[in-house]
């Protein structure tokens, strides 16, 4: 009867311990799925290039279209300087930025605000070009071009 006895108790917790080793092993794969899934939504883009000391100036012919410069600074900020022709005054903002293989997102509070191409260098309805100086400098110097030209046909 002693031995009857025992021989059920092992037996019961030999099926306990293996239901227990299932559970484990369930849960240590589920915690396996979970942290793999975690990693990758935080990872970082291979292409998220650093874009330190480039400088773009963004033009477009019309006069109801504000031209752009853009600085990339360090620590993925950027300055955005915009030209309003109307009042000939230059505007400045602070952004982030990130990018991929195709793209510049400047952002504004974790949202993208503009994309540049980065093969076509567009922003919108402007060309932008690579530029050696200072972008805010150079719009100084396109208010002065842009007000030549609108007097340029005058006679009077």
């Given at each position: 009867m ?28 589920f ?17 998220d ?30 300055e955005?300087?915009s030209l ?5 005054e230059?505007?400045?903002y ?31 309805n ?14 100084q ?16």
């Open positions: 002693k031995l009857l006895f025992f021989q059920t108790i092992i037996c019961l917790l030999d099926t306990s311990l293996k239901n227990l080793k299932y559970e484990l092993m369930k849960w240590c794969v915690l396996l799925i979970f942290l793999q899934c975690f990693n990758s939504s935080f990872g970082k883009d291979p292409h290039d650093n874009l330190k000391g480039k400088n773009l100036i963004c033009f477009n012919d019309s006069f109801s279209v504000e031209d752009w410069g853009i600085r990339f600074l360090g620590n993925k900020n950027v955005l300087f309003n022709k109307s009042f000939y230059i505007y400045k602070s952004r982030k930025y990130r990018t991929d293989v195709n793209n510049i997102f400047i952002m504004k509070s974790d949202k993208v605000e503009y994309v540049i191409s980065r093969s076509r260098l567009k922003l919108g402007k060309q932008c070009k690579i530029v050696n100086g200072n972008p805010a400098v150079l719009l110097e396109r208010i002065k071009s842009l007000k030549l030209k609108k007097i340029e046909g005058n006679k009077i």
